[in-house]
């Protein structure tokens, strides 16, 4: 069974300040990994989808990497801005079904 | 501008009952999921529809059923509702399951059973 793994739960970070967020999955068979955006009492909103055969994929301030051998992604967020407080979501897909990690909480401090 | 719209938004329920949640996209996707979000648990798949007409268990499929009624329409059933279920619900759409695509979220059921 896939197990994604996100830490720190929670963190805070200055204004200005870039944002490194890390994702775990034990199991390389993937079909694609996705960060998601959640605000609180809200759906998820996708951020980046990044396709196995990919290494890394960016949107505006946002880039994503994808490790597959090492089972590991990364989420970073440049010049941290208050509007980007919230949580953030990694998703692996395979096996027929998208498996999530349980989060980093972040709060960006002005 | 619509996307994924979930109904209701809120709902409490008594141990027993039952209850449908609605979910319906306007995007024009083959694929369409439900999960269901708890505390310290992360999202769970309960059911999900590669295309119309199918079907199928995700990893908590107990105590629910799923119609998709049509390509925009996918519901989740509650026959007998049971405090384990207290949970927020969450419907996502995607173009082709097959393709990888990014899921779209709605923006949630928040249901309590007493």
């Known amino acids: 069974k896939q197990e994604v793994t996100q830490i720190p739960a929670a963190l805070s970070v200055p204004e200005g300040e870039n944002l490194v967020l890390n994702c775990s999955f034990t199991d390389s068979a993937i079909y694609n990994l996705q960060w998601f955006r959640q605000d609180p009492g809200k759906g998820l909103t996708s951020l980046l989808l990044i396709q196995s055969s990919q290494r890394e994929q960016t949107s505006g301030r946002l880039n994503a990497s994808l490790d597959k051998s090492s089972g590991r992604s990364t989420l970073y967020i440049a010049a941290s801005q208050p509007g980007d407080s919230a949580t953030y979501l990694c998703?692996?897909?395979?096996?027929?079904?998208?498996?999530f990690g349980k989060g980093n909480q972040v709060v960006v401090i002005p | 501008n619509a996307g994924v719209t979930q109904t209701p938004k809120f709902q409490v329920l008594k141990t027993g009952q039952s209850m449908t949640l609605q979910c319906a996209q306007d995007?024009?996707?083959?694929?369409m999921y439900w999960y269901r979000q708890d505390p310290g648990m992360g999202l769970r798949l309960i059911y999900y529809?590669?295309?119309?007409?199918?079907?199928d268990k995700g990893e908590v499929p107990n105590g629910y059923n799923v119609s998709r009624l049509n390509k925009r329409e996918f519901s989740l059933r509650l026959e007998s509702a049971a405090p384990s279920q207290t949970s927020v619900y969450f419907c996502?759409?995607?173009?082709?399951?097959?393709?990888?695509?990014?899921?779209?979220f709605g923006d949630g059921t928040r249901l309590s059973i007493l």
């Open positions: 998703a692996v897909e395979g096996n027929n079904r998208l498996a």
């Open positions: 996502a759409s995607s173009e082709d399951r097959d393709l990888g695509q990014p899921q779209h």
């Open positions: 529809s590669a295309s119309e007409g199918t079907t």
């Open positions: 995007m024009n996707h083959n694929s």
